[in-house]
T-cell receptor
């Protein structure tokens, strides 16, 4: 099965600074790489995803970069705002029916 | 709102009781998934439906758990003889195809006393 590791487990940044979260996976067959944001008491919400034929994707302040050779992908958030505070999960997908989630990164944006 | 909905949002029960949760997926999504999430962890896969057929079950799904999707639309997850270890957030997700993005509902928070 897929082994997924996220780093760091917690991250505190000042409002306006950038945040980067890294996800490392084990299954070389993985070809879909989503990032989910989960706020307290809510379900995970997809914020950005990338497929294996693309190296980088950007959506306003959020970007995902993929390095398939090294088996890792990263979430980049620029100009952080207090509403970005949440737990972020990566969930690389290797072609089966299930997503395998990392343990999450708790991001705190300090005003 | 056309997202995934789940009911109830919260359920408190006593050990040994049976509970049932409901999930309504996004309209026309024929794939439906159940996950369980405990505090401080990511969601873990429980089971998966394609239309009304339950195609996969995780080892986490003991024989006290049963899931149905009788008409290929909404799904129910029942836990019989609940135990304190069943306390968790139960999440439902749906997708149009198995290769497509999974969209999650708000979850049902179960507390077993």
């Amino acid at each position: 099965g897929e082994n997924v590791e996220q780093h760091p487990s917690t991250l505190s940044v000042q409002e306006g600074d950038s945040a980067v979260i890294k996800c490392t996976y084990s299954d070389s067959a993985s070809n879909y790489f989503p990032w989910y944001k989960q706020e307290l008491g809510k379900g995970p919400q997809l914020i950005i995803d990338i497929r294996s034929n693309v190296g980088e994707k950007k959506d306003q302040r959020i970007a995902v970069t993929l390095n398939k050779t090294a088996k890792h992908f990263s979430l980049h958030i620029t100009e952080t705002q207090p509403e970005d505070s949440a737990v972020y999960f990566c969930a690389p997908w290797a072609g089966s029916y299930q997503l395998t989630f990392g343990k999450g990164t708790k991001l705190s944006v300090i005003p | 709102d056309t997202g995934v909905s789940q009911n109830p949002r919260h359920k408190i029960t006593k050990r040994g009781q049976n509970v049932t949760f409901r999930c309504d997926p996004i309209s026309e999504h024929n794939r439906l998934y159940w996950y369980r999430q405990t505090l401080g962890q990511g969601p873990e896969f429980l089971t998966y439906f394609q239309n009304e057929a339950q195609l996969e079950k995780s080892r986490l799904l003991s024989d006290r758990f049963s899931a149905e999707r009788p008409k290929g639309s909404f799904s129910t997850l029942e836990i019989q003889r609940t135990e304190q270890g069943d306390s968790a957030m139960y999440l439902c997700a749906s997708s149009l195809e198995v290769t497509d993005t999974q969209y999650f509902g708000p979850g049902t928070r179960l507390t077993v006393l």
